[in-house]
């Protein structure tokens, strides 16, 4: 299985909305529903923003949203604050049992 | 509140076995949820290794599969990842998590609880 596919970097000023897409095929990403979203601050455990394409876990941001078109995914940030520097990756069940991450985005606020 | 604690060594010799334990706390490792390994090469990012259920079932990453082995010890509420014939490129930073199944049901599968991680170097 490879990799999800994501931008190396993607960066903005403070108050602008960002969005991270994440590809990958018909056997992850664009056949399931599946697709969840991790923020991983330097030295930090990945921590969970979005599961189910779109949904927030109780104590995240309304500032982040996910959704899903095909076999691509995005991750929008809105509002940016320099708390959002991190890196961000997707990941997505497949129909093997299996599970497969993005290739990391690395998120700069100007 | 479930938490998650990797140990285990953090120098391993080339083609040795690295082996690691994680416990888990504030939460039965025979609910049914399952329990998984991710590791993460320095500077690079996530790579999912497997995951087991309390019974003993597991799933692997196919390019890991031939090497890795899983186990729970439910005595100990623990689980744990053994990987053969390591080289430098298994060094990296070791998570566990679970990947939470409410009734039994998994979807949307995600993973909700991580531990801090622990690096292992992979070197004589």
């Known amino acids: 299985q490879s990799a999800l596919t994501q931008p190396a970097s993607v960066s903005g000023s403070p108050g602008q909305s960002i969005s991270i897409s994440c590809t990958g095929t018909?056997?992850?990403?664009?056949?399931?529903?599946?697709v969840s979203w991790y923020q991983q601050h330097p030295g930090k455990a990945p921590k969970l923003m979005i599961y189910?394409?779109?949904n927030r876990p109780s104590g995240v941001s309304n500032r982040f949203s996910g959704s899903k078109s095909g076999n691509t995914a995005s991750l929008t940030i809105s509002g940016l604050q320099a708390e959002d520097e991190a890196d961000y990756y997707c990941?997505?069940?497949?129909?093997?049992?299996?599970?497969?991450f993005g290739t990391g985005t690395k998120v700069t606020v100007l | 509140q479930v938490q998650l604690q990797e140990s285990g060594p953090g120098l391993v010799s080339p083609s040795g076995t690295l082996s690691l334990t994680c416990a888990v706390s504030?939460?039965?490792?025979?609910?049914?949820?399952?329990w998984n390994w991710v590791r993460q090469p320095p500077g690079r990012g996530l790579e999912w290794i497997g995951e087991?259920?309390?019974?003993?079932?597991?799933n692997y990453n196919p390019s890991l599969k031939s090497r890795v082995t899983m186990s729970v010890d439910k005595s100990k509420n623990q689980f744990s990842l053994k990987l053969s014939s390591v080289t430098a490129a298994d060094t990296a930073v070791y998570y566990c998590?679970?990947?939470?199944?409410?009734?039994?049901?998994?979807?949307?599968?995600?993973?909700?609880?991580w531990g801090q991680g622990t690096l292992v170097t992979v070197s004589s």
């Open positions: 998590a679970r990947i939470y199944c409410p009734d039994g049901v998994c979807s949307p599968y995600y993973f909700d609880y």
């Open positions: 504030g939460g039965a490792i025979s609910s049914r949820d399952w």
């Open positions: 087991i259920y309390h019974s003993g079932s597991t």
């Open positions: 018909t056997s992850d990403v664009g056949g399931y529903n599946y």
């Open positions: 189910g394409v779109s």
């Open positions: 990941s997505s069940y497949t129909g093997s049992s299996t599970y497969v």
